[in-house]
């Protein structure tokens, strides 16, 4: 087995998308870092003058004018919860500086959820191009083991999704605390953002295995491709063209990405949108639901057990000429 994984590594690292796949993301993180210098800088203090002033005169304006706003929104025929306005606050304006813990999480959750569709993207393409080519009957006429040959490269690329991740959050998390430092900032927060960051490692990792899973049945990268797209429609669905629709919401705790955010947010909080007729007319309640960690753990654990089991009986009974 441990040569049959060192095969498999080399032939991973070996592959032009692999380069390709890595240099995406490093390209990306690297861009966002301009972001981060940007936030975590100190306005001058021309511009918080600027600003202030500006808050000033909104919020004076609100002040007058809420009352009335509100009405006429409720006139509207919306529901006056939804018309409720909020006061212009300090922190819109950019009086501040974005604090470390704040802009730290912004970056590793662009980290995590950007390696882990690489690693998706990698794994797939792995055991799909072996499809594709011809490779994998040629690799089995060596290695007849089939259930050693599939242990072997779902290993590989699961342990290098979650090397990838490690080094991406250890990037964004690295750079976030030197900027900020750089600007005379406060690194505060560090333990829970670290705390974030080792979560997410296992989101490269599930979908990671997912990707490899998916390609393998599907016998093509290009077939993975499209899974991943048709999930993506139906979650734009979901959440765009029946995000006020009770019942789709209650799909939530069921579905795969809600349960990854509760993974690396430590829960994950939606809304049910509930209707009812009033003396006022038609109005919306929203209530608040939760996803915990536990559960959303608990769901991908099922989900990857699942699904290897069903790709490995599948490998072992098809034909692969």
């Known amino acids: 087995m441990i040569r049959l994984i060192g095969a498999e590594i080399n032939r991973l690292r070996s592959r032009r998308f692999t380069h390709i796949a890595l240099l995406a993301v490093l390209m990306i993180l690297s861009i966002f870092q301009l972001q981060v210098n940007s936030d975590v800088n100190p306005p001058s203090a021309e511009a918080v003058a600027a600003n202030q ?3 000033e005169r909104d919020l004076k304006e609100w002040e007058q004018h ?4 509100e009405q006429q929104c409720v006139d509207a025929g919306q529901p006056r919860e939804q018309c409720a306005g909020v006061a212009p606050t300090k922190e819109n304006y950019g009086l501040a500086a974005v604090p470390f813990s704040e802009i730290a ?3 590793l959750r662009l980290a995590i959820y950007l390696t882990g569709l690489a690693m998706f993207l990698v794994a797939a393409s792995f055991i799909g191009a072996e499809f594709t080519t011809g490779a994998i009957a040629n690799w089995l006429s060596f290695v007849p083991r089939r259930v050693s040959v599939f242990a072997s490269k779902l290993i590989t690329v699961a342990t290098f999704a979650l ?5 991406a959050s250890a990037f964004v998390l690295g750079m976030a605390a030197l900027l900020t430092s750089v600007h005379g900032g406060e690194v505060s927060g560090l333990h829970a953002r670290l705390s974030m960051a080792g979560r997410g ?3 490269a990792g599930a979908l990671a295995v997912v990707g490899y899973c998916v390609g ?8 993975a491709l499209g899974v991943l797209l048709g999930y993506l429609f139906v979650w734009f669905i ?3 063209v029946l995000g006020e629709q009770a019942w789709a919401q209650r799909l939530t705790p069921w579905s795969p990405e809600a349960n990854l955010a509760a993974i690396v947010d430590n829960g994950y909080r939606y809304a049910i949108p509930v209707k009812k007729l009033t003396e006022g007319g038609l109005s919306v309640e929203y209530l608040e639901r939760h996803v915990s960690l536990v559960h959303g753990a608990v769901y991908w654990t099922v989900l990857l057990a699942g699904l290897i089991i069903v790709a490995l009986l599948i490998f072992r009974r098809r034909d692969v000429t």
Do not use: M
Not at 163 to 167: F, G, P, R, T
Not at 216 to 223: D, E, G, K, M
């Open 66 to 69: 809420h009352e009335e706003w």
């Open 105 to 107: 999480q912004i970056g």
């Open 216 to 223: 393998l049945i599907t016998r093509h990268t290009a077939a």
């Open 238 to 240: 979901r959440n765009a």
């Open 201 to 203: 490692v296992a989101v």
């Open 53 to 55: 002033a500006q808050y």
């Open 163 to 167: 090397l990838v991740s490690v080094l």
